[in-house]
Protein backbone atom coordinates (compact mmCIF):
# COMPACT_ATOMS: atom_id res chain seq x y z
CA UNK A 1 0.00 0.00 0.00
CA UNK A 2 1.24 3.35 -0.75
CA UNK A 3 2.03 5.58 2.12
CA UNK A 4 0.80 8.94 0.25
CA UNK A 5 -2.42 7.82 1.06
CA UNK A 6 -3.90 7.37 4.68
CA UNK A 7 -4.57 3.74 4.15
CA UNK A 8 -4.62 2.07 7.22
CA UNK A 9 -3.75 -1.63 6.47
CA UNK A 10 -5.73 -3.79 8.65
CA UNK A 11 -7.13 -7.30 7.46
CA UNK A 12 -10.77 -7.16 7.31
CA UNK A 13 -10.73 -10.34 5.65
CA UNK A 14 -12.93 -11.76 8.77
CA UNK A 15 -15.16 -9.46 9.35
CA UNK A 16 -16.58 -10.02 5.10
CA UNK A 17 -16.25 -13.67 5.77
CA UNK A 18 -18.42 -13.42 8.77
CA UNK A 19 -20.96 -11.69 7.19
CA UNK A 20 -23.61 -14.29 5.22
CA UNK A 21 -25.40 -11.28 3.67
CA UNK A 22 -21.75 -10.00 2.30
CA UNK A 23 -20.33 -12.70 1.17
CA UNK A 24 -23.64 -13.25 -1.03
CA UNK A 25 -23.86 -9.81 -2.24
CA UNK A 26 -20.32 -10.45 -2.85
CA UNK A 27 -20.23 -13.20 -4.70
CA UNK A 28 -23.07 -11.69 -6.48
CA UNK A 29 -21.22 -8.67 -7.68
CA UNK A 30 -18.23 -10.70 -9.29
CA UNK A 31 -20.33 -13.06 -11.05
CA UNK A 32 -22.41 -10.06 -12.37
CA UNK A 33 -18.53 -8.61 -13.21
CA UNK A 34 -17.67 -8.97 -16.65
CA UNK A 35 -20.69 -7.22 -18.10
CA UNK A 36 -21.53 -4.90 -15.16
CA UNK A 37 -20.40 -1.18 -17.13
CA UNK A 38 -22.72 -2.40 -20.19
CA UNK A 39 -25.71 -2.88 -17.88
CA UNK A 40 -25.50 -0.06 -16.15
CA UNK A 41 -25.91 2.31 -18.68
CA UNK A 42 -28.42 -0.14 -20.38
CA UNK A 43 -30.43 0.01 -17.35
CA UNK A 44 -30.06 3.40 -16.02
CA UNK A 45 -30.00 4.66 -19.77
CA UNK A 46 -27.06 6.47 -19.34
CA UNK A 47 -28.37 9.00 -17.07
CA UNK A 48 -26.58 7.83 -14.22
CA UNK A 49 -23.07 9.74 -15.40
CA UNK A 50 -25.32 12.88 -15.03
CA UNK A 51 -26.38 12.35 -11.82
CA UNK A 52 -22.63 11.51 -10.66
CA UNK A 53 -21.30 15.18 -11.99
CA UNK A 54 -24.08 16.49 -9.97
CA UNK A 55 -23.12 14.76 -7.11
CA UNK A 56 -19.54 15.60 -7.43
CA UNK A 57 -20.39 19.02 -7.28
CA UNK A 58 -22.19 19.17 -4.26
CA UNK A 59 -18.66 18.27 -3.10
CA UNK A 60 -17.39 21.47 -3.43
CA UNK A 61 -13.53 22.17 -4.10
CA UNK A 62 -11.21 19.38 -3.63
CA UNK A 63 -8.23 20.46 -5.49
CA UNK A 64 -5.42 19.29 -3.73
CA UNK A 65 -7.56 16.95 -0.85
CA UNK A 66 -8.48 13.40 -0.79
CA UNK A 67 -11.85 11.53 -2.00
CA UNK A 68 -12.26 8.10 -0.92
CA UNK A 69 -15.44 6.21 -3.15
CA UNK A 70 -16.65 3.44 -1.21
CA UNK A 71 -18.09 0.40 -3.32
CA UNK A 72 -16.20 1.95 -6.35
CA UNK A 73 -17.56 -1.05 -8.46
CA UNK A 74 -15.57 -0.49 -11.79
CA UNK A 75 -14.74 3.47 -10.85
CA UNK A 76 -17.47 5.37 -12.55
CA UNK A 77 -18.02 7.64 -9.52
CA UNK A 78 -13.38 7.56 -9.21
CA UNK A 79 -13.48 8.34 -13.14
CA UNK A 80 -15.86 11.58 -12.78
CA UNK A 81 -13.63 12.43 -9.97
CA UNK A 82 -10.23 12.11 -12.27
CA UNK A 83 -12.12 13.67 -15.42
CA UNK A 84 -12.75 16.81 -13.01
CA UNK A 85 -9.54 17.07 -10.92
CA UNK A 86 -6.70 15.32 -13.09
CA UNK A 87 -3.66 14.55 -10.93
CA UNK A 88 -5.16 17.75 -8.22
CA UNK A 89 -6.19 14.98 -6.12
CA UNK A 90 -5.49 11.47 -4.20
CA UNK A 91 -8.38 8.82 -4.66
CA UNK A 92 -9.03 5.98 -2.86
CA UNK A 93 -11.58 3.41 -4.00
CA UNK A 94 -12.97 0.34 -1.89
CA UNK A 95 -14.92 -2.57 -2.86
CA UNK A 96 -15.71 -6.21 -1.37
CA UNK A 97 -16.09 -7.70 -4.77
CA UNK A 98 -12.87 -8.77 -6.25
CA UNK A 99 -14.20 -9.31 -9.56
CA UNK A 100 -15.60 -5.29 -9.54
CA UNK A 101 -11.97 -4.46 -8.45
CA UNK A 102 -10.71 -6.25 -11.37
CA UNK A 103 -12.31 -3.96 -13.58
CA UNK A 104 -11.97 -1.13 -11.72
CA UNK A 105 -7.58 -1.87 -11.94
CA UNK A 106 -8.33 -3.10 -15.38
CA UNK A 107 -9.76 0.76 -16.38
CA UNK A 108 -7.18 2.54 -14.16
CA UNK A 109 -4.15 0.56 -15.58
CA UNK A 110 -2.70 -1.77 -13.29
CA UNK A 111 -0.25 0.35 -11.92
CA UNK A 112 -2.28 2.94 -10.37
CA UNK A 113 -0.48 6.07 -9.46
CA UNK A 114 0.49 7.45 -6.02
CA UNK A 115 -2.58 9.27 -6.57
CA UNK A 116 -4.84 6.81 -6.60
CA UNK A 117 -5.32 3.70 -4.37
CA UNK A 118 -7.78 0.63 -4.91
CA UNK A 119 -8.44 -1.91 -2.57
CA UNK A 120 -10.44 -4.44 -1.16
CA UNK A 121 -12.68 -3.52 1.76
CA UNK A 122 -15.90 -3.74 3.32
CA UNK A 123 -17.97 -0.58 3.44
CA UNK A 124 -18.83 -1.57 7.66
CA UNK A 125 -14.65 -1.88 8.28
CA UNK A 126 -13.09 0.91 6.43
CA UNK A 127 -9.33 0.21 6.63
CA UNK A 128 -8.75 3.89 7.11
CA UNK A 129 -7.67 6.44 10.02
CA UNK A 130 -10.04 8.47 11.63
CA UNK A 131 -10.50 11.75 9.89
CA UNK A 132 -8.66 11.46 6.86
CA UNK A 133 -10.00 12.24 3.95
CA UNK A 134 -12.12 15.38 2.30
CA UNK A 135 -14.94 13.31 0.49
CA UNK A 136 -16.88 10.46 0.34
CA UNK A 137 -18.77 8.94 -2.71
CA UNK A 138 -21.05 5.66 -2.60
CA UNK A 139 -23.10 5.25 -6.12
CA UNK A 140 -25.88 2.54 -5.80
CA UNK A 141 -23.87 1.07 -2.84
CA UNK A 142 -25.44 1.47 0.12
CA UNK A 143 -28.21 -0.35 -0.12
CA UNK A 144 -26.03 -3.76 -0.89
CA UNK A 145 -24.72 -3.08 2.83
CA UNK A 146 -26.07 -5.64 5.53
CA UNK A 147 -25.52 -2.78 8.33
CA UNK A 148 -26.49 0.29 7.06
CA UNK A 149 -25.91 2.41 10.23
CA UNK A 150 -22.90 0.97 10.83
CA UNK A 151 -21.23 1.47 7.23
CA UNK A 152 -22.43 5.33 7.64
CA UNK A 153 -20.84 5.88 10.96
CA UNK A 154 -17.87 4.78 9.20
CA UNK A 155 -18.44 7.64 6.95
CA UNK A 156 -18.44 9.89 9.09
CA UNK A 157 -15.58 8.51 11.14
CA UNK A 158 -13.21 9.05 7.88
CA UNK A 159 -14.31 12.50 7.03
CA UNK A 160 -12.70 15.05 8.05
CA UNK A 161 -14.34 18.21 10.07
CA UNK A 162 -16.45 20.03 7.28
CA UNK A 163 -16.00 17.00 4.72
CA UNK A 164 -18.72 15.62 2.40
CA UNK A 165 -20.72 12.74 1.38
CA UNK A 166 -22.99 12.21 -1.59
CA UNK A 167 -24.52 8.82 -1.99
CA UNK A 168 -26.62 7.92 -5.42
CA UNK A 169 -29.68 5.54 -4.56
CA UNK A 170 -32.70 4.52 -7.56
CA UNK A 171 -36.07 5.84 -5.33
CA UNK A 172 -39.59 5.52 -5.58
CA UNK A 173 -41.12 8.59 -7.87
CA UNK A 174 -43.78 10.63 -5.80
CA UNK A 175 -46.08 10.48 -9.39
CA UNK A 176 -48.63 7.62 -8.90
CA UNK A 177 -48.48 6.86 -12.85
CA UNK A 178 -44.54 6.96 -13.21
CA UNK A 179 -44.27 5.28 -10.14
CA UNK A 180 -45.86 2.25 -11.86
CA UNK A 181 -43.84 2.30 -14.61
CA UNK A 182 -40.96 2.84 -12.86
CA UNK A 183 -41.39 -0.25 -10.40
CA UNK A 184 -42.86 -2.48 -13.32
CA UNK A 185 -39.09 -1.68 -15.44
CA UNK A 186 -37.23 -2.15 -12.30
CA UNK A 187 -39.21 -5.63 -11.04
CA UNK A 188 -39.36 -7.19 -14.98
CA UNK A 189 -37.55 -5.37 -17.55
CA UNK A 190 -34.05 -4.76 -15.81
CA UNK A 191 -34.12 -8.65 -14.69
CA UNK A 192 -34.88 -9.36 -18.37
CA UNK A 193 -32.24 -7.05 -19.71
CA UNK A 194 -29.72 -8.25 -16.92
CA UNK A 195 -30.73 -12.16 -17.77
CA UNK A 196 -29.92 -12.21 -21.40
CA UNK A 197 -26.43 -9.19 -21.12
CA UNK A 198 -25.22 -10.99 -18.13
CA UNK A 199 -27.28 -14.54 -18.23
CA UNK A 200 -27.32 -13.81 -14.32
CA UNK A 201 -31.53 -13.06 -14.25
CA UNK A 202 -31.64 -13.66 -10.52
CA UNK A 203 -28.76 -10.98 -9.80
CA UNK A 204 -31.08 -8.62 -11.32
CA UNK A 205 -34.13 -9.69 -9.21
CA UNK A 206 -31.90 -8.82 -6.20
CA UNK A 207 -31.59 -5.61 -7.75
CA UNK A 208 -35.07 -4.48 -7.22
CA UNK A 209 -35.93 -6.36 -4.16
CA UNK A 210 -33.00 -4.42 -2.76
CA UNK A 211 -34.67 -1.13 -3.92
CA UNK A 212 -37.74 -1.84 -1.72
CA UNK A 213 -36.15 -2.81 0.99
CA UNK A 214 -34.50 0.10 0.95
CA UNK A 215 -35.74 2.78 3.12
CA UNK A 216 -37.58 5.84 1.84
CA UNK A 217 -35.28 9.34 1.52
CA UNK A 218 -36.91 10.81 5.21
CA UNK A 219 -35.97 7.63 6.80
CA UNK A 220 -32.43 7.60 5.30
CA UNK A 221 -31.60 10.88 6.31
CA UNK A 222 -33.02 10.02 9.56
CA UNK A 223 -30.22 6.94 9.58
CA UNK A 224 -27.85 10.25 8.40
CA UNK A 225 -28.28 12.29 11.27
CA UNK A 226 -28.34 9.60 13.82
CA UNK A 227 -24.59 8.54 12.50
CA UNK A 228 -23.36 11.88 12.95
CA UNK A 229 -23.99 14.08 9.95
CA UNK A 230 -25.72 17.23 11.24
CA UNK A 231 -26.44 18.63 8.18
CA UNK A 232 -28.62 16.35 5.66
CA UNK A 233 -30.33 16.84 2.14
CA UNK A 234 -31.82 15.05 -0.35
CA UNK A 235 -31.51 16.17 -4.20
CA UNK A 236 -34.47 14.25 -6.10
CA UNK A 237 -33.02 13.38 -9.74
CA UNK A 238 -34.80 12.56 -12.82
CA UNK A 239 -38.76 13.00 -12.33
CA UNK A 240 -37.58 11.45 -8.46
CA UNK A 241 -36.30 8.23 -10.00
CA UNK A 242 -32.72 8.56 -8.22
CA UNK A 243 -31.77 10.49 -4.94
CA UNK A 244 -28.25 12.00 -4.36
CA UNK A 245 -28.23 12.08 -0.53
CA UNK A 246 -26.02 14.82 0.92
CA UNK A 247 -24.05 14.62 4.13
CA UNK A 248 -21.66 17.44 5.68
CA UNK A 249 -19.64 16.79 8.91
CA UNK A 250 -19.82 19.47 11.49
C1 LIG B 1 -24.43 -1.64 -7.90
S1 LIG B 1 -22.69 -1.72 -7.68
C2 LIG B 1 -22.22 -0.03 -7.81
C3 LIG B 1 -20.80 0.16 -8.25
C4 LIG B 1 -20.34 1.59 -8.42
N1 LIG B 1 -20.34 2.31 -7.18
C5 LIG B 1 -21.21 2.33 -9.41
O1 LIG B 1 -21.70 3.40 -9.07
O2 LIG B 1 -21.37 1.85 -10.53
C6 LIG B 1 -22.56 -2.01 -5.96
C7 LIG B 1 -21.13 -2.30 -5.53
O3 LIG B 1 -21.11 -2.30 -4.11
C8 LIG B 1 -20.21 -3.33 -3.69
N2 LIG B 1 -20.57 -3.66 -2.31
C9 LIG B 1 -21.78 -4.07 -1.86
N3 LIG B 1 -21.76 -4.22 -0.53
C10 LIG B 1 -20.51 -3.87 -0.12
C11 LIG B 1 -19.87 -3.80 1.14
N4 LIG B 1 -20.51 -4.15 2.27
N5 LIG B 1 -18.59 -3.38 1.20
C12 LIG B 1 -17.93 -3.06 0.06
N6 LIG B 1 -18.47 -3.12 -1.18
C13 LIG B 1 -19.75 -3.52 -1.26
C14 LIG B 1 -20.43 -4.44 -4.70
O4 LIG B 1 -19.36 -5.34 -4.74
C15 LIG B 1 -20.58 -3.64 -5.99
O5 LIG B 1 -19.36 -3.45 -6.64
Redesign the pocket.
Known amino acids: MNNHLPYRSVNNRMNIMDNKH?AR??SM?NRISPR?DLL?RVISGGR?LAW?KKAVDLLGDLHGGTAL??????G??LQVLLDRYGTDIKLIG????TG?LDLARLRFGENTSHRLLLGR????YLPLADSSVNAIT????IR???DRDL?LRETYRVLKPGGKIVM?EPSSPPNRFIRALFLAYFKYISPFIGGIISGDRAAYCY?HDSFIAFPPPEEFLGMMKKAGYPIVKAYPQFMGTAIIFFGEKS
Open positions: GIEFYNDRDICCGSDFVDFAMADAMIGFGNVAAIL
